[in-house]
């Protein structure tokens, strides 16, 4: 997969992430190919970068599957923006809509349990709660499944996570799309919403199935396993089970997608966060299992290893930190003339062979030095 500016797109390249616009509706949808009106049409709209399969627009690479179908997730967002819009404007939540949500995610989830999380969008910044809640709540449901739950545990899991941010109502569009620094007021607004949103649950608990529950998930996955989160400081056995899998899914998903004050980080780097720099904030055990199944280095990323450079093919579930990957350069980038499939799970370096995580620069300028597009590697 590589981000190339909108300016740089052909036409017949095929789109690796889903286009969403300003009311939630899926402007472009994953793997479809790009038209030159497509073109015209993201720039007007000021979309700078779009992720392609390859560079090259005669090369039909289709991106990998998820463990979501995109129909599934274009309709949980469209839902989920009435919802909110609903909830704004009328108090009310159409529950048979949502829960219809949650069992079409879950249903994907478990017939599609063999895919890795390989989840990438582009959302508008004024559209980044509907996508985010969505996100969550198919992270949520993956890492439920993985805790052996129950269907009907799922479920009331999935529609919490959906609902997890319905604090955010109150909070103001121009406060959450800030590009600079907040104030502390404005952060204290924000750091209200977990109790807002707990609030509207429990003033809607007759038309919803445990109420208790859901308030908990919205008022609660914002502490920290430590003690160190907010609104109430609560610590460990504090928190509901259900609220420290959102906190894990909602983290994730946030620091993975782009926002107005920050670039998304890849999954690598937000695994190392999170595992490494936050290592108090999160039930360790639920963070394990989490990202046994997250693709750290997505089909397509180009990895410079000590062997050379490599395209990775796949990952397998528990071994997301060593990829296979197909070698097709030296260490000095040199094409090599017979590229191998090497498996990093089975080698003996393991994950110490990864140097590094070539970027969206830095692969764009390495694609142009070599002539050679890597993703050729994946058929």
Do not use: W
Not at 16 to 44: D, F, M, W
Not at 224 to 230: C, N, S
Not at 373 to 379: A, F, N, R, T
């Amino acid at each position: 997969m590589l981000r190339l500016p909108v300016k740089n797109l052909k036409q017949g390249m095929i789109i690796a992430q889903s286009i969403y616009n300003r009311h939630g509706a899926c402007y472009l949808v994953k793997g479809q190919p790009i038209t030159n009106e497509y073109i015209r049409q993201l720039e007007k709209i000021g979309i700078p970068t779009v992720a392609v399969t390859s560079a090259n627009p005669n090369f039909q690479l289709m991106p990998p599957e998820d463990i979501v179908q995109e129909k599934t997730r274009i309709n949980a967002i469209e839902k989920v923006y009435d919802t909110f819009q609903s909830v704004e404007e009328q108090g009310q939540i159409d529950v048979d809509a949502m829960q219809g949500v949650s069992e079409n995610i879950i249903f994907d989830i478990i017939d599609r349990r063999e895919n890795l999380v390989q989840l990438t969008d582009i959302r508008l910044h004024d559209t980044y709660t509907f996508a985010h809640s969505v996100n969550v709540a198919i992270l949520s449901a993956m890492l439920g499944m993985l805790c052996h739950y129950t269907k009907k545990e799922l479920l009331l899991l999935t529609l919490g996570a959906l609902l997890h941010d319905l604090g955010k109502i109150n909070v103001p569009a121009a406060i959450l799309t800030k590009t600079t620094g907040l104030s502390d007021e404005e952060f204290s607004l924000i750091k209200r919403h977990p109790l807002d949103g707990a609030k509207r649950i429990k003033e809607m608990e007759l038309s919803l199935p445990s109420p208790a529950i859901l308030a908990a998930i919205a008022s609660e996955h914002h502490e920290h396993i430590d003690g160190h989160g907010y609104p109430r400081g609560l610590k460990a056995d504090q928190i509901h089970r259900y609220a420290k899998i959102v906190a894990i899914a909602d983290v994730y998903d946030a620091l993975t997608s782009e926002r107005p004050y920050k670039k998304a980080y890849t999954p690598n780097i937000a695994y190392n966060i999170m595992r490494n720099v936050n290592q108090g904030q999160f039930d360790q055990d639920l963070l394990t299992l989490f990202f046994n199944n997250i693709s750290l280095y997505p089909t397509g990323t180009v990895l410079k290893t000590i062997y050379g450079y490599g395209i990775v093919k796949e990952c397998s579930f528990g071994k997301t930190e060593t990829p296979t990957i197909v070698l097709f350069a030296d260490e000095d980038a040199n094409i090599i003339s017979v590229p191998h499939t090497i498996d990093l799970s089975k080698d003996v370096a393991g994950n110490h062979a990864i140097s590094m995580v070539i970027n969206d620069n830095d692969l764009r300028h390495f694609i142009h030095e070599i002539n050679i597009d890597p993703s050729i590697y994946l058929v």
